[in-house]
């Protein structure tokens, strides 16, 4: 298969992690056959130092000509801790997703039996947890309009959603349960707010008139909270807005004893975007520190969305063999750490090797070719 990607790096940690992520896709081409194109173009604040536009025109348009988009991050202090920007990094991505049609984020969230201990949660709580968030994306409160008064006093930001918005999204997490636990966990405020509650009217007619078979529950979102800390292992697919499944899903994070671990794919009519879930991390930036894997299996989704299954299979075992054998960044191994490029260099020969072969530590410590 041929397959042109848009590699959009971004801010802070995101060239280090999305290279990584070039890496492996490179290697799972070679070995399976494949040819895969990449063009980078900027993105976010490293957009607005270089043309003033967090989102330039060029950019917009290679990845609309592109198969698929891989993101890394955004993000900069000098707009973090400025309120007064009026030009920020974060208006690139929303652009962006607005731009290309890509109403759902969709994030798996996996406890690893191997980090199991790297989790601040209790064992036997997480044990087992396997779910996916599907999150909307381009409407709700972050898009809504947003006002402030003359005097500077008051603010708003208005949340608003259509039917149409919460069908197609609420349809993609139905088809998703079909494959897997067979259940369904809307998750809204419906005891206060009128737009969760037409999420909840619409999302119940959906269910009962196109899928009888799935069970669908609701939880409020602060109770949600407290369960994917309590008893997280309840989740199979969670639906929810915009805001929420952007707290929700951050949250869930612990679950796998890092939010480096964490991949998503936002899709929508055509092309679609892989990103991992975490920020740009400006603090690490440079220092060979990032955990590249929640790029790098983000890399997997965009290869399972163009139903190359044993392509993105290569990777994820790839991951679990680094992660059983702790070749992992800082953020998991924080005694014998080894660098974000050298995981990389890692999973790139697990994929290179077409057979199981025996671990070669003195290499690998070396930073040289890891299978023998």
Known sequence: MKLNIAVLPGDGIGPEIVQQSVKVLTAVADRFDHDFY?????????????????LPDATLELCKNSDAVLFGAI?????????????RPEQGLLKLRKELGLFANIRPVKAYDALIDRSPLKAENIKGADMV????????????????????????????????????????AFEAAKTRGKKVTLVDKANVLETSRLWRKTVTTLAE?????????????????????????????????????????????????????????SVGAEVALFEPIHGSYPQAAGKGIANPVASILSAAMLLENFGLNAE??????????????????????????YSTSKVGDFLESVISDTENHMINNENLNFGQMTII
């Open 75 to 87: 993000g900069d202090p000098k707009y973090d801790n400025d309120p007064s920007a009026k030009v």
């Open 133 to 172: 968030i599907f999150r909307e994306l381009t409407g709700g409160i972050y898009f809504g309009e947003k006002s402030t008064s003359k005097d500077g006093q008051t603010a708003s930001d208005l949340c608003t959603y259509s039917v149409t918005e919460i069908e197609r999204i609420a349809r993609l």
């Open 209 to 265: 008139k196109e899928f009888p078979e799935i069970d669908l529950d609701f939880l409020f979102v602060d109770n949600a909270a407290m369960q994917m800390i309590l008893n997280p292992k309840q989740f199979d697919v969670i639906l929810t807005e915009n805001m929420f499944g952007d707290i929700i899903s951050d949250e869930a994070s612990v679950i796998g004893g890092s939010i480096g671990l964490l991949e998503s794919a």
């Open 312 to 337: 993105a299979l290569s990777i994820r075992k790839a991951v679990e063999m680094s992660i059983a054998l702790n070749v992992c960044t800082p953020d998991i191994n924080k005694d014998n750490h």
């Open 38 to 54: 990449f063009e980078e173009a900027v993105v976010g604040a490293a957009a607005i130092d270089l043309l003033g536009n967090p």
